[in-house]
């Protein structure tokens, strides 16, 4: 298998990883994964479908063209829907309040709470951009190699062709 399959199905078994690793946080009531919601799944299924077509055909070859652009589309969705996700997180609790009651003294106290985006949404961004963009990185480099070593091979055929004389065989 190379390079380029081997980098795109590791970023994608992070990224499916990341849906069970602490998403956001709130000061009340804690931490909140990803696999609680669908936005979890929705992210865990798009790397999923990546990950399975980079698996698929013959592994030694790199991904070009259509099969690579089919392999990225869903992790950049799911990248997306995680940047989406993380913008409007903060609209989701906005103006959240919850009373506390402390029935022994009679008091009534309104709480408001903070939230935070949490490492395993970090990790899911940074999966998906190394799913995106490393590819053609990785690509270029084969790419480079292979014409150096082209033009090394033909230098070596035209030292070797000179030395022998020209011959011509006739019908």
């Not at 399975?52 to 070009?64: D, E, F, Q």
Request: proline letters at 4%; a neutral charge.
């Amino acid at each position: 298998m190379n390079k380029q399959r081997i980098v795109i199905i590791i970023a994608c078994a992070i990224g499916m990883l990341c849906t069970f690793l602490p998403w956001y946080s709130h000061s009340i009531f804690g931490n909140t994964s990803g696999y609680s919601m669908i936005a979890g799944w929705v992210t865990f299924i798009l790397f999923g479908i990546s990950l399975i077509l980079a698996s698929v055909g013959k592994r030694s070859n790199y991904l070009t063209g259509f099969k690579l652009w089919i392999c990225i589309i869903p992790s950049a969705l799911s990248t997306l829907f995680a940047i989406l996700f993380a913008n409007y997180l903060p609209e989701l609790f906005k103006n959240k309040r919850v009373l506390s009651t402390d029935w022994e003294h009679g008091t009534v106290t309104n709480l408001t709470f903070s939230v935070g985006i949490e490492y395993g949404l970090f990790i899911l961004v940074l999966a998906g951009f190394v799913v995106v963009f490393l590819p053609f990185v990785l690509k270029g480099k084969k790419e480079i190699a292979t014409s150096m070593e082209d033009s090394e091979d033909s230098k070596e055929n035209d030292e070797e062709n000179k030395n022998q004389p020209i011959t011509q065989v006739l019908p």
